[in-house]
């Protein structure tokens, strides 16, 4: 079974992430150690608020745990929002 998510659920997703993205960068300079749990929280947080079915982006995130991961690390490795990480992406960006 394969999980994907709508290519303008992600670019909603984005926008929405980039609204947040001002408490995002300051909570990182605030840490020493980028918080990857958070930018993790807030990319299913607002891929839910975007999609129909929130089972459906609960599958997507365990099907592929460690790809979720890695946004968050990327996110929280650089000053690059996160909604520009999940578009370079592209889509489908969850697979089983």
């Known amino acids: 079974m394969t999980y994907t998510v709508d290519p303008a659920a992600l670019r909603r997703a984005a926008r929405r992430l980039e ?4 408490e995002l960068c300051a909570r990182r300079t605030a840490v020493v150690a980028p918080d990857a749990g958070a930018l993790t929280t807030s990319v299913r947080l607002a ?47 969850w697979s089983s």
């Open 19 to 22: 609204d947040d993205a001002g």
């Open 47 to 93: 891929l839910t608020a975007c999609t129909d079915s929130t089972s459906e982006v609960e599958a997507a995130f365990t099907a592929n745990a460690d790809g979720l991961r890695y946004v968050a690390r990327t996110a929280g490795d650089t000053d690059t929002l996160v909604g520009e990480h999940l578009l370079e992406l592209g889509w489908p960006l």
